[in-house]
């Protein structure tokens, strides 16, 4: 005789069997993913990156957008300049030149308060997010990968997820739009990436223009 419940058992069992072994290949797809990235990027010497950043804000429904330039040197060097601001580090001390306030500050370098997520972002991938691949988008270019991070609870991150678009075979990240706890969020779009690009060292210190204001924060 059929016995159903035993063949909805089995059928549910198989089921589970399915849905983990597709769950460990596509956590195993979205590793070797970015594991790629993060070689891609880690492997460069110097890097420019050209991107217009879009900021939304939730409550007000308004948004901004700049365009910018990221110059980086491994990860602890670094220059962004925008429409509205400079930020200059060169490992050791950190400038921060408001155009609007006429002000520049000026700090020791400090790894975790950059303001530049781009940098720490590219290179600790795997450290502090757990991926997941959500959608495979296949253009004329070729294929990229949309792919949600979830910062790791250790992290105590402002941000409750990021996503970022992948290029296949270049590994490339080519836009990423961060969401913060209050709905916020903030996206790149980036137009242009140069790997291995000639910097002068002197791009990573900064001479404040004729009076500005300066100041010193190491004292």
Sequence with gaps: MFNSKKSHAYLL???LLLFCASTVLFAAKVDKIISKVQKKYQSTKTIRIDFK???????????????????????????????DQVLVNNGETFWRYN???SQVLVDYAKKNDQDVMLNEFLFDLKDHYFGQVIDEIK???????????????????????????????????????????NDNETEYVIERTAFNPELNESIFTFTPPEGIQVIDLRF
């Design 99 to 101: 155009k609007l306030d």
């Design 139 to 181: 253009g004329e270019k070729g294929k990229k990968y949309l792919i949600k991070l979830t910062p790791k609870p250790s992290e105590q991150s402002i941000f409750t997820t990021v996503k970022i678009w992948v290029r296949d075979k270049t590994w490339e990240i080519d836009r990423l739009v961060y969401r913060d706890y």
């Design 53 to 83: 950043e879009t900021s939304r804000f939730s409550l007000t429904g308004t948004e901004t957008q700049i365009d910018a330039t990221l110059l980086m040197e491994g990860k602890d060097k670094f220059r962004l300049e925008s429409e």
């Design 13 to 15: 069992k198989i089921l």
